[in-house]
């Protein structure tokens, strides 16, 4: 209980902090919107993705994702002002549960990311986008977004703790925004040449895009979702697992 008190305060701290700077969200919101629009009413007209929908139905699992990936960058960033700041000493000397500093970032990313999540399919549905799933598929799909976040927030937390600049802390995203260009985000796999299709289907955002473009189209999932899940599992527990041992190291 002390433990889940200590994150509750650390969390309304980190949370305060986004919220005297609303523009990070924004920020966030506004280059996946700003692509969305970019290939649904420019390049959308020249691509066929030989599914029959739209193409911002096909292409907004793909945003969602590069939302969450240049969202988590602003964890990283404000984990390494915390550590350079000497946050981490200051809390080390108190009372408080260690776990809940960490724990308070991924929580304020998780809820920061959400927001933003929603205005880009507030957006989406201004341009067009139309899905007829069930509550049960909604549902899914946020449950996916929230692994995913999870996932990529926990990388984060691994740059935040072992960068040596602000820059080097925000860098580590750009990776992670430009992976779905190379998956079935945007254009079916079997478009693209040999080598490149093989890594776009063996990579881990093509079974994640696939998995979520099937729930919102009110398809059958099939073997995607549960490759989506293995790849999301690995990689939070990864993650998880060396951003913990991380932070151990610096606060002894």
Excluded: C, K
Excluded at 68 to 90: C, M, N, P
Excluded at 121 to 133: Q, Y
Excluded at 161 to 182: K, Q
């Amino acid at each position: 209980m002390t433990a889940i008190s200590d994150t509750t305060a650390l969390t309304g701290r980190s949370l305060r902090h986004v919220l005297r700077s609303p523009d990070t969200i924004i920020t966030t919101a506004v280059t996946p919107v700003a692509l969305m629009l970019m290939f649904v009413y420019v390049f959308g007209g020249a691509i066929s993705t030989g599914t029959g929908e739209s193409y911002i139905n096909y292409t907004l699992p793909g945003i969602l994702l590069i939302t969450v990936a240049s969202g988590v960058a602003y964890t990283a960033y404000r984990l390494f002002l915390d550590r350079q700041g000497g946050i981490f000493e200051r809390f080390r000397s108190m009372p408080i549960a260690r776990s809940g500093v960490l724990w308070a970032h991924v929580l304020t990313s998780v809820t920061a990311n959400l927001v933003s999540l929603a205005l880009v399919v507030a957006v989406a549905l201004m341009a067009g986008f139309r899905s007829g799933a069930s509550a049960a598929a909604w549902l899914a799909v946020v449950g996916i977004l929230v692994l995913f976040t999870l996932a990529l927030t926990w990388l984060a937390v691994i740059a935040g703790l072992t960068a040596r600049t602000v820059d080097g802390a925000s860098a580590f995203s750009y990776p992670l925004i430009f992976l779905p260009f190379i998956s079935s985000a945007f254009v079916p796999t079997d478009t693209m040449p040999g080598p490149v299709a093989w890594f776009a289907e063996h990579q881990p955002v093509t079974s994640i895009a696939d998995t979520l473009r099937a729930l919102l189209a009110q398809q059958p999932v099939g073997s995607d979702f549960w490759v989506a899940l293995l790849w999301l599992a690995g990689i939070l527990g990864l993650a998880y697992a060396g951003a913990t041992a991380i932070y151990r190291r610096r606060m002894n």
